[in-house]
């Protein structure tokens, strides 16, 4: 459903024409049941909505297949659609177990529902019927009994057999309403007229049992983590070195022939009666090379500074990612320079620290100092969010600002100083009344305006809290510097926020 359509459905119901709605005394702190007390465009209260996220929908299914492995060794996903919203659980014999098929759909049921699922529940035969009766069956729970797949499938809509749309589209114009329908034509006139992308007889035969159809397991991978326990403890540096190396051969053995590759390494040292000895690597791009990794953690390694002899090593990938495998080109190769890049940031980011190397990431805020964010260039995504210093507002507003002289002026996007002052510097300034700076004092310096433009009024939302409101001056000296002042409309005080190349 699209979510104008979920939005309006969830919003308050207006009043009806020709129809006057009793009159209702507000009480104190009662919740409204029905959404009254909402206002004109706002959800219903008791109604939450949420926007799709398919591959976050996609990555709970798998974790609650891995979940579902109590009732079955045998879990898959079925992908019909990118979606991908069914499991399917390989039960045969293990009925018996749990006192029957009914049984163990309750157990099921039950069970999901306390891990806050309501789901839809069917025992088939076959993995197609299975998923048909699940999805257009009338019941919620079904089983279906050992003889009756036909029977069972019979009443169903086509679009149960997992067909794409461009088949059951077809099978509505020749008017197939239900699958019995659609046995009771040849077999025949099927093929001739549903081939290649859509297989009806296939999926018919899967339902039905005439033709074999497999339930892909899914594990859970195993967590790329390797240990290493000292027969003695030992404080020999090569010692530790050559242990490393050797965990990192283990490690990144099994990443690279599932085509991963390391994005951060978490290393951790036990040491005799001492805290361990923790810290991470993060990379530029994936890697699954032992010799490289190695190569990175050396800076780290050469600085550590051991409290006690180390007992034990553990090194774990605390994000993995696919790696990048590309044939190199005859001429221009630009994944070579890239290449060569990410090396360079790597290295740098080993021996310097990861917060040390990165790049500005915009913001969309109108405060200057909070327009942007230093964004480490190592690491895992999640972490790559660390934010520039966050200040509070200048503080509370007192009424209306004082209105400056002239009308407000609009400097380019692109006018902004190379060099921002965090936190801006406070100034004394001569100034005209509500007007541009004549001359201001700068770190023990005094200058002359030559020139000025502005102001150019920035002020900052009420969701903010405290509001920022300052009205910025572009000035030029006579020595020739540029410098972006601003007056903080709420106390009139002076600051040099930035400075011009």
């Known amino acids: 459903m699209p979510l104008s359509e ?25 919740p409204s049941t029905n959404g ?50 069914t499991l399917l659980l390989d039960v045969s014999g293990l009925g018996r177990i749990f006192g029957g098929e009914a049984e163990l759909v309750a157990l099921v049921e039950r069970t999901l529902r306390d891990w806050g699922y309501t789901p839809r529940l069917a025992v088939a035969d076959t993995p197609g019927a299975a998923w048909a009766v699940a999805h257009f ?34 099978l509505r114009r020749l008017g197939m309403e239900r699958i019995e329908q659609v046995l009771a034509l040849p077999r025949v006139s099927l093929a001739t007229r549903f081939t290649g992308d859509a297989p009806l007889l296939l999926r018919l035969d899967q339902a039905l049992g005439a033709a074999a159809e497999m339930i892909v397991p899914h594990h859970a991978a195993e967590p790329a983590a390797v240990t290493w326990d000292f027969e003695y403890a030992s404080t020999n540096r090569r010692a530790i070195a050559a242990v490393f190396e050797k965990l990192l051969q283990r490690l990144t053995g099994p990443l690279a022939l599932r085509q991963e590759g390391v994005v951060c390494l978490r290393c951790r040292l036990t040491c005799e009666e001492q805290p361990p000895l923790c810290f991470d690597l993060g990379l530029y791009q994936p890697s699954a090379s032992a010799p490289h990794l190695l190569d990175l ?36 190769d630009d994944y070579q320079s890239r290449r060569r890049l990410a090396l360079l940031i790597e290295r740098l980011s080993s021996r310097l620290g990861r917060e040390a190397v990165g790049r500005l990431e915009c913001v969309s805020d109108a405060q200057p100092e909070e327009a942007y964010r230093f964004v480490p260039l190592t690491g895992t995504a999640a972490e790559k969010t660390t934010g520039a210093k966050k200040t509070s507002a200048s503080g509370p507003s007192h009424g ?24 801006p510097a406070a100034i004394r300034v001569t100034a005209l009344a509500n007007g541009p700076p004549v001359r201001f004092d ?33 000035v030029t000296c006579e020595t020739g510097q540029r410098f972006w002042l601003f007056r903080r409309l709420t106390d009139g005080c002076w600051f040099l926020h930035g400075e011009f190349a």
């Not at 679009?159 to 059951?168: I, K, M, N, V």
């Not at 780290?300 to 774990?316: N, S, T």
């Not at 002026?409 to 190379?418: E, G, K, N, S």
């Open 137 to 170: 069956g009338r019941q919620p729970h079904t089983v279906v009994p050992a003889a009756g797949t036909a029977a069972a499938l019979a009443p169903l809509s086509p679009a149960a057999l997992r067909l794409p749309e461009t088949a059951t589209a077809m």
């Open 442 to 474: 700068y770190q023990g310096r005094q200058y002359r305006a030559a020139d000025s433009l502005g102001p150019e009024r920035i002020e900052t939302g009420w969701w903010r809290g405290p509001s920022v409101r300052r009205d910025y001056y572009w």
């Open 297 to 332: 953690l050396q800076p780290k390694l050469e600085r550590l500074r051991l409290p006690a002899p180390v007992e034990a090593i553990a090194i774990e990938a605390a994000a993995i990612a696919p790696l990048e495998i590309r044939q190199r080109e005859l001429f221009a």
């Open 36 to 85: 009254s007390d909402a206002l004109p465009g706002e959800p219903a209260a008791g109604f939450h909505l949420e926007p799709h996220n398919p591959a976050a929908d996609a990555a709970a299914l798998l974790r609650l297949a891995e979940r579902c492995e109590r009732f079955s060794p045998v879990v898959g996903v079925e992908r019909v659609d990118p979606a991908g919203d």
């Open 400 to 423: 209306p600002a004082p209105a400056a002289d002239g009308p407000i002026v609009r400097l380019p996007p692109l006018a902004r100083p190379l060099r921002l002052l965090d936190p």
């Open 6 to 30: 979920a939005t309006a459905l969830l919003q308050k119901q207006e009043e009806k024409p020709g129809k006057k709605q009793p009159e209702q005394t507000p009480s104190k702190q009662t």
